[in-house]
């Protein structure tokens, strides 16, 4: 065999092998490129902003009660129904109105007397929002048609603008957790899959050096990224015009440094396992409480004070609450910097413990 | 080159937990020498070879490879062996090219990746995805990976294992061609049949021992017979009986029935049948063949290699 000596360079070789794999696998560009999309598409589509409905109101058919239910009638907000009092409670219990309207059974009850008509009761659940919501409008609706007079005049303003609806909150939420998913099933999953095949031990066998291995997947998860933020965030943009109030740069920069940080989270949780089933144990153990406390879908601050400083200090919590803050509220590079040193530093420590602790063989 | 060796270990010694599966072996495999590691499955066989490949470390016992060992001089031994592991799944999605071009990377020098494709016969497979590859194809790359690095030694873990014998034949031409370069091949098999064909020598290897080592011709020689009886009987034997019979070397206990090494099949037989209707014993079985190394395993351990 004749000797040759050059050669490309074995860190772009094993990238490019990382990125071939990755694009050859359509279920993985479809949860990587695709899925973000769809699940953006299908909750802004179900939280979209709508004209706010009419409250559900039952008024009890018995004599008295007319006045009420035609006064209800003409009002907007206001879906009335005329049943009889048994199904008025039933259709309360069942959550098909909000509220019932009656007439007290025993009008002494209410002492002084001043009441210009018949004296009502309402029927409704304080637990239930919408209930206690219900009672206002429909009281509030009755009491002015009964003559009430509001010793201070108000006006209404309302505001549906883009920065305040919750496909606005959803799309930093969506992002972050993509590059989270991405980034741990990416790396550690994959990683796992070749140490099972041995395909690890066998390059182990070769001179080849275990930092450009590892490096080789971090590279790729950044060059996913460049396709992956994108799509997101025009999608964002054009369907639903979410803005972008801070400086795009950052945002970019910000996801690198969350793509980077999850793939070193990656690397440490695929360091190990020695088999698929407990390295996708090990991300669903990662991923959900994520998922569910970061603030993704809801706000992270519905949690007790008692845990705000854990989560925190998540990772996936600093990574969309910097997006979010430099998407919506248009913040700049200090205002994150907490979140930052917070990313930094998950990085940094997952990447030399997965150095120190990786299983070549 | 120095004198050195190619390969030598001694008292190597691997321990699983409590089970010993490597129990001090020395092996001296000289530069340019092919060399065969036999015995069954579960003989320490790739333990063994994987120490010496540096990617296990031995419990006890020193490795030394062309002249230096893996503690100083891993990282410049590495270039210098290629390696083809007893079970290895390279990526399904790549292609046979891009596979070859991404091991090439890791080595300083080695031979162009045209000219591997055409040693391994893999030129139209060029594009082909791994996983679209018969199991011949796949092994034969897997040699092609062990080769892009020009090395001096290759290592070869029951290469042929699992193949039809139309892939194997041609992967033992590959073998050979690589050995008429002068290179130092180390191959673990156990088919007797490849050792015998592809090997100068062999060490036969049992229960993490070598327990006979020697030339294929030498080995089958120290049987004593050139053709091997197998035969099984309705009842016990009595066996120094049968020693004693002309033309017999050797008799073996097997766990159902006997095997003698004979020296002239066309006498001996009719001797060892009259032998036992003498003794009133009806055959219940009876084979024989020209002798192999199986028959040295058997001849030292009492049991076939598959058992």
Known sequence: ?361 | MDNSPAIRCRGLVKDYGSVRAVNGLDLEIRVGECFGLLGPNGAGKTTTVEILEGLLPPTSGDVELLGSDWKTNGDSLRQRLGISLQETNLADKLTVEETLRLFRSFYPAGPEINELLELVSLTDKRKSWYMKLSGGQKQRLAVACALVGDPEILFLDEPTTGLDPQSRRQLWGLIERFKIEGRTVLLTTHYMDEAQRLCDRVAIVDKGKVIALGTPRALIESLGGTDVVEMKCDGPLDETSLSGLAGVHTVKALADGLSLTVEHLHKTLPLLLSHLQQSGRTLTGLSTHHATLEDVFVNHTGRHLRD
């Open chain 1, 1 to 361: 065999m004749t000797r040759h000596t050059q050669r490309q360079h074995p860190l772009w070789q094993l990238t490019l092998m990382r990125w071939r794999i990755f694009v050859r696998e359509p279920s993985a560009l479809f949860w990587t490129y695709g899925f973000p999309v769809v699940l953006a598409l299908a909750l802004g589509v179900a939280f979209r902003n709508r004209p706010p409905e009419p409250v559900e109101v039952a008024v009890e058919a018995s004599p008295g009660c007319e006045p009420w239910r035609d006064t209800l009638a003409t009002n907007s907000h206001v879906h009335v129904r005329w049943l009889n009092p048994q199904d008025a409670r039933e259709a309360l219990r069942g959550g098909k109105v909000s509220v019932v309207v009656g007439l007290l059974p025993s009008p002494e009850f209410l002492g002084s007397g001043k009441s210009s008509g018949p004296p009502r009761i309402y029927h409704f659940d304080p637990t239930r929002p919408e209930s206690r919501m219900a009672r206002a409008i429909v009281d509030d609706a009755l009491q002015r048609a009964e003559g009430r007079v509001d010793p201070t005049s108000v006006r209404d303003k309302l505001v549906t603008e883009p920065g305040s609806r919750y496909i606005d909150f959803l799309i930093p939420g969506l992002l972050g957790f993509n590059l989270m998913s991405s980034g741990l099933w990416g790396v550690g999953f994959v990683i796992v899959e070749m140490r099972v095949r041995k395909l690890i031990k066998r390059m182990m066998a070769t001179p080849m050096s275990r930092a450009h291995f590892l490096l080789s997947f971090v590279l790729v998860r950044g060059a996913f990224l460049l396709g992956e933020l994108p799509v997101l965030l025009c999608f964002a943009h054009w369907v639903f015009h979410v803005p972008i109030r801070g400086s795009l740069l950052l945002i970019v920069g910000l996801s690198v440094l969350g793509s980077l940080m999850f793939a070193g989270m990656g690397l440490l949780i695929g360091s190990r396992a020695q088999n698929t089933h407990t390295v996708a144990g090990l991300v669903n153990l990662t991923t959900l409480p994520m998922l569910v406390t970061s603030g993704v879908f809801f706000s992270a601050s519905r949690f007790p004070d008692l845990f705000q400083p854990v989560i925190k200090l998540l990772p996936l919590t600093a990574l969309i609450e910097a997006v979010r803050r430099v998407m919506l509220d248009g913040a700049g590079v200090t205002a994150v910097a907490n979140q930052i040193g917070i990313m930094v530093a998950w990085g940094l420590i997952s990447f030399v413990v997965a150095l120190l602790m990786f299983r070549w063989q």
